[in-house]
């Protein structure tokens, strides 16, 4: 009935105070940038054009573009991808050639493949594109740096003399990714003036000297970076949508279990149900916890860099790139397992289940291809360890590697299942975990004459070591979040449950590295388990409580089956009424086409 809130009974369970969860939830994050993260999710703007002309400008180009950028005035595209080369950007083949004659750059695609593909607002909307081309002066290439290219006339939106573009098509499924002109570009030797090139880290003069950058030339990637640790912000919301979703579907979905006339079991309180949901929801979490931290490191970054500090960069590429990868997956995987938590109604589009998924899962592609991201983390991972040798502390998320001699000697003491609750007994089975896995990789690297040979033959335990390392740092800052000062009736109390939930859900799923690295018996493992069963028992009563501190509305959620008032049957039964399909009883093409054969005579008793 209109109204009346039929999750009421489950509302009133609620062991916390949801006010401040919403507080906690919405972290530091202002009401606007968490509206901006969920446009961007819903309308997929890419906002790179903007970053990366701060990022790789000078303050003269910065004047002249940005506030074009910013009103409007010019619309912008981040071009870099090409339909030969996406994840390895020193491979893209898009040249610049400078002409010293006419001060000018040449920019050309030389090939097929070296034709733009994939950037968004490319296909029909952008004006400009930051093109990403090998820069040529006098035959010699200097590699791939960033350049402003006008596309369109800002008059009549008609594409400018050898500037060839158009969209790549439809995407997966009918998603919404298909609002988004994602575009192809071919450049016929389109001159530009030598200052649309971004300057700020390297120059080339008028005479056509190259200057190269005086900061790593990583600096030049800051785009991605700055991108990627969004991304990680992007993954807690797309997951706790899904987890919303899914939650109050199954708190308010019933199925077998009445007994003598009583209501059926509502599949919330089926073990397995808890199994599959409980963990996603602490996931999310977990995601939006790391992503605050991460968002924190990265500003950090961003004062030192402006200091010239680069000491962190390194470590602030590989956070991005690993977190960008693990929640991202974990995001995907969990949007579709949040439909199948809904049954055959999670399938229909009224459900905001296939929408969702169809929008997100390419956020596990782009802005880096997630394995190619966890490769990156395990160069950072295998260098750290080579430098331990010459006496190098590692600091942040690879100090515990610096204890990697203990950590090889470790063996968790749990004895008792609520042991698995102490946080310090969860971090050192996480840290000797990925020490162990990272150290065997490291070792059996050194027996590879050719260093790069072995990392290609060892990629996959590589990966694997990368993932443990990952996982740590999310359960670690899970951890710190808890130590900080959290006001509220039992809301520190129901985190810490979700935090126990999260580590051992990843410890239960990931068993076999804790026992193939010997971190921990199979009884101990075992005990883990149990104390997960506990934990779901725990989270139950709160289910519905903790997704409402999410604070979506039914608008944003667009989902029949996770409305906030429960009101689920009737609101499915007039959605689907709204398919156009229902406009008429006889369907189009019934008269033509099927008609003639239920009328055709039996022939023989054959039809
Ligand atoms: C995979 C790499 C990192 C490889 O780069 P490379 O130059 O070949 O470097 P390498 O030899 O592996 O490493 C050399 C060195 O560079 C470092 N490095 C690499 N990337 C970064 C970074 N971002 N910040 C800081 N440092 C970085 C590496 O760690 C290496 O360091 P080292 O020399 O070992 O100390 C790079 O090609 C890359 O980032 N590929 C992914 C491309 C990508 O992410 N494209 C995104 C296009 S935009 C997009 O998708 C938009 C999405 C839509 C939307 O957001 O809406
Ligand atoms: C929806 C969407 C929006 C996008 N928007 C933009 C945009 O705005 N601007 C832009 O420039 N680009 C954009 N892209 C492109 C995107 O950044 C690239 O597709 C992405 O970086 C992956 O690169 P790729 O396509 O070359 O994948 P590939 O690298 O070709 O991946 C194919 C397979 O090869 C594997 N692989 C590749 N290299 C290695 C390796 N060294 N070791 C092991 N395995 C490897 C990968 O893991 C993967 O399994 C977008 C893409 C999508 C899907």
Not at 195 to 216: D, I
Not at 233 to 244: G, N, Q, T
Not at 367 to 379: F, H, I, T, Y
Request: charged content about 20%; hydrophobic content about 40%.
């Amino acid at each position: 009935m209109e109204g009346v809130d039929h999750l009421a009974h489950e509302r009133n369970k609620a062991q916390f105070d949801v006010a401040v969860m919403k507080a906690v939830w919405a972290g530091s994050r202002d009401a606007y940038e968490l509206f901006h993260r969920f446009s961007r999710l819903v309308a997929n703007d890419p906002e790179m054009f903007i970053p990366a002309i701060k990022a790789q400008a000078t303050e003269e180009q910065q004047k002249q573009w940005l506030p074009l950028a910013n009103k409007m005035k010019i619309i912008g595209s981040y071009t870099q991808t090409e339909l030969g080369h996406g994840s390895n950007v020193r491979g893209l083949e898009t040249t610049a050639t400078f002409d010293p004659k006419t001060d000018e750059f040449v920019l050309n695609s030389p090939t097929l493949t070296a034709t733009k593909w994939w950037p968004g607002g490319l296909g029909k909307i952008a004006t400009h594109a930051l093109a990403h081309a090998r820069l040529i002066i006098d035959d010699k290439d200097y590699g791939v740096h960033g350049f402003l290219v006008q596309l369109r006339s800002l008059d009549d939106h008609l594409t400018l003399p050898g500037i060839t573009i158009g969209d790549i098509g439809m995407k997966y499924g009918s998603g919404a990714y298909n609002t988004m002109d994602n575009g192809s570009l071919i450049f016929d030797h389109v001159r530009i003036p030598r200052n649309q090139m971004l300057m700020r880290l390297s120059q080339v003069t008028r005479e056509g000297k190259y200057v190269p950058s005086n900061v790593p030339r990583q600096l030049s990637y800051g785009t991605m970076v700055y991108v990627r640790q969004k991304i990680v912000f992007d993954a807690s919301i797309a997951l706790s949508r899904a987890v919303c979703i899914s939650t109050r579907y199954s708190a308010v979905r019933r199925q077998f279990g009445s007994h003598n006339g009583s209501p059926e079991t509502q599949v919330i309180d089926y073990k397995t149900q808890q199994a599959r949901l409980f963990p996603l929801l602490a996931s999310a979490y977990a995601i939006r916890f790391v992503s605050e931290w991460l968002n924190s490191f990265y500003k950090d970054l961003l004062q030192r860099l402006e200091a010239k500090d680069f000491s962190t960069l390194p470590e602030a590429h590989a956070c991005t790139a690993g977190l960008k990868s693990i929640t991202t997956s974990v995001a995907a995987d969990g949007i579709e397992e949040c439909r199948k938590l809904c049954g055959g109604h999670g399938y229909l589009t009224s459900s905001g289940l296939p929408e969702l998924s169809a929008v997100y899962i390419p956020a596990c592609t782009y802005e880096g291809d997630n394995v190619v991201m966890l490769l990156q983390v395990a160069r950072y991972l295998m260098k750290t360890i080579s430098q331990l040798k010459s006496g190098n502390k590692p600091v942040g998320t690879t100090a515990y590697l610096g204890r990697a001699e203990q950590l090889m000697q470790y063996h968790s003491d749990v004895l008792r299942a609520e042991d698995w609750l102490k946080p310090n007994v969860v971090v050192e089975a996480f840290e000797a975990r990925a020490a162990r896995m990272s150290m065997a990789c490291a070792q059996n690297l050194s027996k590879f004459n050719n260093p790069e040979d072995g990392f290609q033959e060892l990629s996959a335990d590589l990966v694997e070591a990368a993932t443990a390392h990952c996982q740590l740092i999310i359960v670690s800052k899970f951890i710190e979040k808890l130590q900080q000062d959290i006001p509220g009736k039992g809301v520190k109390e129901q985190l810490g449950v979700l935090r126990s939930i999260y580590a051992l859900f990843l410890l239960h799923k990931h068993i076999g590295d804790f026992l193939s690295t010997d971190c921990i018996t199979p009884k101990q493992g075992y005990l883990a388990n149990e104390q997960l069963r506990s934990l779901y028992s725990q989270v139950r009563p709160n289910a519905i409580a903790l997704v409402d501190a999410f604070n979506y509305t039914d608008h944003f959620l667009s989902s029949v089956l996770g409305r906030y008032d429960g009101n689920v049957y009737p609101k499915l039964y007039e959605e689907a009424w709204k398919d156009p399909l229902n406009d008429t009883s006889i369907p189009d093409g019934f008269h033509e086409y099927v008609q003639p054969m239920l009328k055709q005579p039996l022939h023989h008793g054959r039809l």
